[in-house]
């Protein structure tokens, strides 16, 4: 890794004018560089003799010419961010001050820092396993309660602390097994089967509860999609717009306005919901709308919440409402009903009646024991507290109060399912008493699938992959 034995910089707040700007250097020549520039403001000091963790007022200085007046911060490895040594200068938040700073040191050997290469030095030089390397993306992401949280309890290593001990205990049997090919002629057994078995049989229950975490931990970090489908003129755009609490949808009497979906956020209860108003399912009158029912389709298969919204009036014989009660309307609602909830049993459909204003009798001609009925009126804003409530119920927030560990990155989801299909295979094999040299090929594998998650094994393509995403300066 001779690429990242030298000196780098960049800037480690947002880029623009503001109040104050960071620019941040790591590396063996870092504080050496600062203290050729650098004059103390009240003493002559030596910025290499000063104590770790240390800030100092003075100047930044290019020969006589006073770039600006900075405090530097002093932080000497292995006691920093990244392990070595590495100097913070808050300068003023001047853009072209923030430039002639930059530009002076990398006229003077220093290198422009690439994307997430300080995070990265932290990882190499064992400050971080590659899991708390990722958190630190998904923690400065992170725009909700429980995305934050999420990030935080993976950053704090709690989610790289079960792997390693699976990991380690696995590499303890494979050490025996491998043993005993060694000593294969003399036909000796090191490795207790039942033993082996029976951590087989945990480490496989274990990395399946990480695997299905996914569901849950995906959602917490990456909001909640909530389809609203109905009829044309059931009211999904206002629905839309009164949860916004914006115009963010267009609203009219004519069926079929809303021809593709629409789709923002909201955080209830620290949880981020994306709504998606799509367009009301009908036969299409024209080319346009057949192509904005796919699209509703195609949001419901992605959704993990379904808000199926009907206008009351539509199952009540209520005297108010402008149309009445049609059978064949309740019918066909009923069916699609059915359709969706057969086609997709793993989804939460919530049963939303709108229009409430409208009616002054709540006969509805449906059948309450199989649906919950939630009742509002998008229109007026009543009604809106209990659907919510309902929104917010649906998701396991619980696992992050009881500090459990959850799974939301999708690379080690898919190498937790490796892991999970070669430890599989390793019960297979005793169970069938296949030969150690075989048993010991699987047990490799779960091996590698646990250490690329934490990072003991990794290739160059892996790391670029992962810190490519970084913000440069972090």
């Known amino acids: 890794m001779k690429q990242y034995q030298d000196t780098i910089i960049a800037l480690a707040t947002p880029a623009g004018s503001g109040a104050i700007g960071i620019i941040r250097l790591s590396g063996s020549n870092a504080i050496a560089i600062v203290n050729r520039f650098f004059q103390s403001k009240y003493h002559n000091k030596d910025l290499q003799k000063v104590p770790t963790h240390s800030i100092h007022l003075g100047y930044i200085k290019d020969k006589d010419r006073i770039l600006d007046e900075v405090l530097v911060s002093i932080f000497k490895n292995p006691n920093s961010y990244t392990g070595e040594d590495v100097v913070e200068i808050s300068v003023h938040g001047s853009s072209y001050i923030q430039r ?56 704090r290593g709690g989610f790289s602390s079960e792997i390693k001990k699976l990991r380690n205990e696995l590499i303890h049997f494979a050490s025996l097994m491998e043993l005993e090919l060694d000593f294969a002629e003399e036909d000796v057994e090191f490795a207790d089967r039942r033993q082996f078995k029976n951590l087989v049989q945990r480490l496989k229950l274990t990395l399946k509860h990480l695997v299905d975490s996914f569901a849950t931990g995906n959602v917490l970090k990456e909001g909640v999609p909530v389809a609203i489908i109905g ?19 267009i609203v009219s009497d004519i069926a079929g306005t809303t021809r593709d979906v629409i789709e923002d956020e909201l955080v209830l209860d620290g949880i981020r919901f994306r709504f998606i108003d799509t367009a009301g399912i009908r036969e299409a009158q ?34 108010g409402c402008h149309q009445p009660l049609h059978q064949q309307v309740l019918q066909k609602f009923e069916a699609e009903l059915q359709n969706i909830a057969q086609k997709y049993p793993q989804k939460n459909i919530l049963i939303v009646i709108n229009k409430v204003d409208k009616i002054d009798q709540k006969d509805y001609q449906i059948d309450t024991d199989t649906y919950q009925l939630i009742e509002i009126s998008a229109k007026y804003k009543t009604g809106l507290k209990s659907l919510k409530n309902e929104l917010i119920s649906l998701v396991n927030k619980g696992v992050l109060d009881q500090n459990e560990v959850v799974v939301s990155n999708a690379r080690h989801y898919q190498a937790l399912n490796d892991a999970l299909q070669s430890i599989v295979q390793v019960e297979n094999g005793l169970n069938t008493n296949l030969s150690g040299d075989l048993l010991s090929i699987d047990i490799r594998a779960a091996l590698h699938s646990l250490g690329e998650i934490t990072g003991e094994i990794t290739t160059d393509d892996l790391l670029d992959n992962i810190f490519r995403n970084f913000c440069i300066g972090k």
């Open 100 to 155: 002639q700073i930059i530009q002076l040191f990398i006229k003077n050997g220093i290198r422009h820092a690439k994307a997430g290469e300080f995070t990265l030095r932290a990882f190499l030089n064992g400050k971080m396993d590659l899991t708390q390397a990722e958190a630190v993306a998904d923690l400065i992401a992170s725009d909700s309660e429980t995305s934050h949280r999420l990030a935080l309890q993976q950053m």
């Open 231 to 249: 009829e044309p003129n059931v009211g999904k755009s206002t629905l839309l717009n009164t949860l916004l609490n914006e115009e963010r949808a």
């Open 286 to 319: 024209d080319k346009i709308e057949q192509i904005g029912i796919r699209k509703t389709y195609e949001k419901i298969e992605e959704a993990k919440v379904i808000i199926f919204l009907i206008d009351a009036c539509t199952l009540s014989k209520s005297a």
